[in-house]
């Protein structure tokens, strides 16, 4: 157990609808960064917040938001979903923002969404 | 831009032998970190060990190991010992340190999936 926790584990919905992943980073990570896993893309990260801004954004859509709140929680929002937004979406947390290049992830396990 | 190339798309060892994962890098980047993560079925991604690119020593991780080769820009993750348990998916990623831009985030390969056979 990495101490990441993601809800829901699994999610299926929609083409179009919207839906919103959580995270809960390992206590005392203050860096929380979103990964999406697809059959065709691999693992690519998406976007990075620590202590509540936005730190760094990959290939993140703009139809993806995210956020992270005082608590340190942080939520994916995908909007106007497609079929091929279905994947597998990791949270990971980190100590610091931009640290030592020893400041290892450690990842969630993972909401898989599924869109229809 | 960095990269990691994975070429070993599927690798089968007999349990107790031991067995080499490979993995190659690019970048440009004066200091790096070297990263593997295993993938059970189950999904989530569990990390094994870490190599600096100024380390002096290969890491080493309980049954874990990292054959770092600087100059090859490779750092093959070795796993001795084979145990049923170990059959998963393996992932190497990066992070580089630059000046100016640097970010947190990991690059992954596309992984190899390791089947240990009893």
């Known amino acids: 157990d990495s101490g990441v926790t993601q809800t829901p584990k699994h999610l299926i919905t929609a083409t179009g609808q919207r839906v919103t992943l959580r995270c809960s980073p390992r206590?005392?990570?203050?860096?929380v960064y979103w990964y999406q896993q697809s059959l065709d893309q691999g693992l690519q990260f998406l976007i990075q917040?620590?202590?509540?801004?936005?730190?760094a954004k990959g290939n993140i859509l703009e139809r993806f938001s995210a956020q992270q709140f005082p608590d340190l929680h942080s939520e994916l929002n995908l909007s106007s979903l497609e079929l091929g937004d279905s994947a597998l979406y990791f949270c990971?947390?980190?100590?610091?923002?931009?640290?030592?290049?020893?400041?290892?992830?450690?990842f969630g396990p993972g909401t898989r969404l599924t869109v229809l | 831009a960095q990269k990691i190339t994975q070429t070993q798309p599927g690798m089968f060892v007999q349990e107790k032998e031991a067995v080499t994962l490979d993995c190659t890098y690019d970048?440009?980047?004066?200091?790096?970190?070297l990263f593997w993560y295993k993938q059970p079925s189950s999904g989530e991604m569990i990390f094994l060990i870490y190599?600096?690119?100024?380390?002096?020593q290969n890491a080493t991780e309980g049954r874990y190991s990292l054959n770092f080769q600087k100059a090859r820009k490779s750092a093959n993750l070795v796993i001795s010992d084979s145990q049923l348990g170990d059959s998963a998916m393996y992932f190497c990623?990066?992070?580089?340190?630059?000046?100016?831009?640097?970010?947190?985030?990991?690059?992954f390969g596309t992984g190899t999936l390791l089947a240990v056979q009893p």
């Open positions: 990971a947390s980190s100590v610091f923002p931009l640290g030592p290049l020893t400041d290892t992830q450690y």
């Open positions: 190599q600096g690119s100024y380390d002096q």
């Open positions: 970048t440009s980047d004066p200091s790096y970190g």
């Open positions: 990623a990066m992070r580089g340190e630059n000046y100016g831009g640097a970010t947190n985030k990991l690059i």
């Open positions: 206590s005392g990570d203050l860096s």
């Open positions: 917040y620590y202590n509540g801004e936005e730190r």
